[in-house]
């Protein structure tokens, strides 16, 4: 039995996520530590999304009936929440699918900005690029802040530039100014790695690329669902995150950004909504965030996403931070103490999220986690959408636990444990 204390009520939190209570594998129980990849969802979650189809369906911002009312107050009351939740302002929130399609949207900003000036038509000076104008991002990006930009290199002759990372897991700001310089047009960052759990300095960052010039993005995908976090403190322009991660539906995602940068970018999906007016020989568009919200949104979803906002406030996100830095720390110390366990990122629980990945010498990942799922528990193997962090540490894949709100010291435990016996089945660390 695990020494250690969990901050949360673990126990009774998990009663509020019906799929925690379920068993796999011939009854064994759940044991779920893939959260970096998608939460589990509440009832409270569940339940809003279903009355949102059952009492008010209807396409917001159409028609003049009761239920199109209703869908349009629900949809904005969804957008209210989500700003209040990061401390912004409801016109500075863009739904999109997810963070993916959120990056891309700014990605298509520069592009299409690019296009549009070639053209000799009207465009943000910022949003041009040009040969000999550099992105600059960092070695352990997740593929959807890498490739988008790997694209914009490649159609407007811009160079793709990136911050090393050290040997234990950090980014290597060495040459920093060598690397952010007035040719900089963008800086786009992970505020938290998905895989190595790194915590970087977005705000410093942020001021650096400023002072240059640059527009800065930041990934938040993996620190606006454990930590409190203020958009405008942060100081970038623009914040993706995705709402599966924190608690809510699949199929939504948001970009934050700040007035006046959302009013210089074209719109990335044109159609329906997104217009101001239209005739046969051309079209304006709607301001911000309509602008970038083309066809029939993702009400219930949005719906859903506020309930979880709700949900992790009446929580406090200081308190889901403290919980899941002791979970981590806990692991660290677990798994460290097993011979033939190599943590892949940082080892000190210090400016450290709660993805923890590793792996087991003589063993591939790929076995590691078919063992523990033969003992019901849930972990991710691979490369995490992030292959250039597994060709930097020679590593063909690791084994990533990341633990939220639900999962306790226990869970640690069997972790360590399912570990061990894979060493044994394997024939231990060799």
Same mark, same amino acid.
């Given at each position: 039995?695990?020494?250690?204390?969990?901050?949360?009520?673990?126990?009774?939190?998990?009663?509020?996520?019906?799929?925690?209570?379920?068993?796999?594998?011939?009854?064994?129980?759940?044991?779920?530590?893939?959260?970096?990849?998608?939460?589990?969802?509440?009832?409270?979650?569940?339940?809003?999304?279903?009355?949102?189809? %059952?009492? *008010?369906?209807?396409? /917001?911002?159409?028609?003049?009936?009761? #239920?199109?009312?209703? @869908? =349009?107050?629900?949809?904005?009351?969804?957008?209210?929440?989500?700003?209040?939740?990061?401390?912004?302002?409801?016109?500075?929130?863009?739904?999109?699918?997810?963070?993916?399609?959120?990056?891309?949207?700014?990605?298509?900003?520069?592009?299409?900005?690019?296009?549009?000036?070639?053209?000799?038509?009207?465009?943000?000076?910022?949003?041009?690029?040009?040969?000999?104008?550099?992105?600059?991002?960092?070695?352990? %990006?997740? *593929?959807?802040?890498? /490739?988008?930009?790997?694209?914009?290199? #490649?159609?407007?002759? @811009? =160079?793709?530039?990136?911050?090393?990372?050290?040997?234990?897991?950090?980014?290597?700001?060495?040459?920093?100014?060598?690397?952010?310089?007035?040719?900089?047009?963008?800086?786009?960052?992970?505020?938290?790695?998905?895989?190595?759990?790194?915590?970087?300095?977005?705000?410093?960052?942020?001021?650096?690329?400023?002072?240059?010039?640059?527009?800065?993005?930041?990934?938040?995908?993996?620190?606006?669902?454990?930590?409190?976090?203020?958009?405008?403190?942060?100081?970038?322009?623009?914040?993706?995150?995705?709402?599966?991660?924190?608690?809510?539906?699949?199929?939504?995602?948001?970009?934050?950004?700040?007035?006046?940068?959302?009013?210089?970018?074209?719109?990335?999906?044109?159609?329906?909504?997104?217009?101001?007016?239209?005739?046969?020989?051309?079209?304006?568009?709607?301001?911000?965030?309509?602008?970038?919200?083309?066809?029939?949104?993702?009400?219930?979803?949005?719906?859903?996403?506020?309930?979880?906002?709700?949900?992790?406030?009446?929580?406090?996100?200081?308190?889901?931070?403290?919980?899941?830095?002791?979970?981590?720390?806990?692991?660290?110390?677990?798994?460290?103490?097993?011979?033939?366990?190599?943590?892949?990122?940082?080892?000190?629980?210090?400016?450290?999220?709660?993805?923890?990945?590793?792996?087991?010498?003589?063993?591939?990942?790929?076995?590691?986690?078919?063992?523990?799922?033969?003992?019901?528990?849930?972990?991710?193997?691979?490369?995490?959408?992030?292959?250039?962090?597994?060709?930097?540490?020679?590593?063909?894949?690791?084994?990533?636990?990341?633990?939220?709100?639900?999962?306790?010291?226990?869970?640690?435990?069997?972790?360590?444990?399912?570990?061990?016996?894979?060493?044994?089945?394997?024939?231990?660390?060799?």
């Amino acid at each position: 039995m695990s020494a250690a204390v969990d901050v949360l009520d673990v126990a009774s939190i998990k009663r509020d996520f019906p799929l925690l209570a379920r068993t796999v594998r011939a009854g064994r129980p759940l044991v779920y530590l893939d959260s970096a990849a998608t939460s589990q969802k509440p009832v409270e979650v569940l339940n809003a999304e279903r009355n949102f189809y %059952e009492s *008010h369906n209807a396409a /917001v911002h159409r028609g003049a009936h009761q #239920l199109a009312e209703e @869908a =349009t107050e629900a949809y904005e009351a969804a957008r209210a929440t989500i700003a209040g939740f990061v401390h912004a302002m409801p016109p500075e929130i863009v739904f999109t699918k997810n963070a993916t399609e959120s990056i891309n949207l700014v990605a298509y900003a520069f592009s299409n900005s690019t296009d549009l000036a070639r053209g000799g038509h009207p465009a943000d000076p910022r949003f041009v690029l040009s040969p000999g104008d550099e992105i600059l991002i960092t070695e352990m %990006e997740h *593929h959807a802040n890498l /490739v988008p930009w790997q694209q914009v290199a #490649l159609k407007t002759g @811009a =160079t793709l530039r990136w911050i090393p990372l050290t040997d234990d897991g950090r980014l290597d700001l060495t040459d920093l100014e060598t690397l952010l310089t007035e040719r900089t047009r963008l800086l786009a960052v992970v505020h938290q790695s998905n895989i190595l759990g790194t915590l970087n300095p977005v705000e410093s960052l942020v001021r650096s690329a400023r002072a240059v010039g640059a527009l800065t993005l930041v990934d938040a995908c993996q620190s606006v669902p454990h930590m409190p976090i203020d958009v405008w403190a942060m100081g970038a322009d623009l914040v993706a995150w995705s709402g599966h991660k924190m608690l809510g539906p699949t199929g939504i995602g948001v970009l934050w950004g700040i007035p006046e940068v959302l009013a210089a970018m074209p719109p990335f999906i044109s159609g329906g909504s997104m217009i101001a007016n239209v005739t046969m020989a051309g079209s304006t568009f709607a301001a911000p965030p309509q602008r970038f919200e083309a066809g029939v949104p993702m009400t219930a979803q949005a719906v859903g996403l506020a309930a979880a906002c709700d949900y992790l406030d009446r929580i406090g996100m200081a308190k889901v931070a403290e919980h899941e830095h002791a979970l981590t720390s806990y692991a660290l110390m677990r798994l460290e103490a097993i011979e033939g366990v190599e943590i892949v990122g940082p080892v000190e629980p210090v400016d450290r999220g709660s993805a923890v990945s590793f792996t087991v010498a003589g063993i591939h990942p790929h076995d590691v986690g078919q063992v523990l799922d033969d003992r019901g528990i849930a972990v991710r193997v691979g490369h995490h959408c992030a292959w250039p962090v597994c060709r930097r540490y020679g590593v063909p894949a690791t084994t990533r636990a990341s633990f939220y709100i639900y999962n306790s010291t226990e869970d640690v435990d069997a972790l360590a444990e399912g570990v061990v016996a894979a060493q044994e089945f394997f024939g231990g660390a060799r």
